[in-house]
């Protein structure tokens, strides 16, 4: 069952502007909160889009918008 929502949800990608936004995880340096968003790289205004809290929300987000790779940091 797992197998086939994992292959529904890459088909149903999510598009964002990726011109004028970058996708980034803002850290939080006391308690380690993760939030994964996008942040205007004109304005730098973060937008939050989901919690992280395991490695599977990391793999949600990435899938959702269709993001390869390593997603940049931020304290």
């Given at each position: 069952?797992?197998?086939?929502?994992?292959?529904?949800?890459?088909h149903?990608?999510?598009?964002?502007?990726?011109?004028?936004?970058?996708?980034?995880?803002?850290?939080?340096?006391?308690?380690?909160?993760?939030?994964?968003?996008?942040?205007?790289?004109?304005?730098?205004?973060?937008?939050?889009?989901?919690?992280?809290?395991?490695?599977?929300?990391?793999?949600?987000?990435?899938?959702?918008?269709?993001?390869?790779?390593e997603?940049?940091?931020?304290?």
């Amino acid at each position: 069952m797992f197998v086939k929502w994992k292959r529904r949800l890459e088909h149903n990608t999510i598009e964002y502007d990726r011109e004028n936004k970058k996708p980034v995880i803002h850290c939080s340096i006391c308690n380690g909160e993760q939030v994964a968003g996008f942040k205007d790289v004109h304005t730098g205004k973060f937008e939050e889009i989901m919690l992280i809290r395991n490695d599977n929300d990391l793999w949600v987000f990435k899938n959702k918008y269709g993001l390869k790779g390593e997603i940049e940091k931020e304290y």
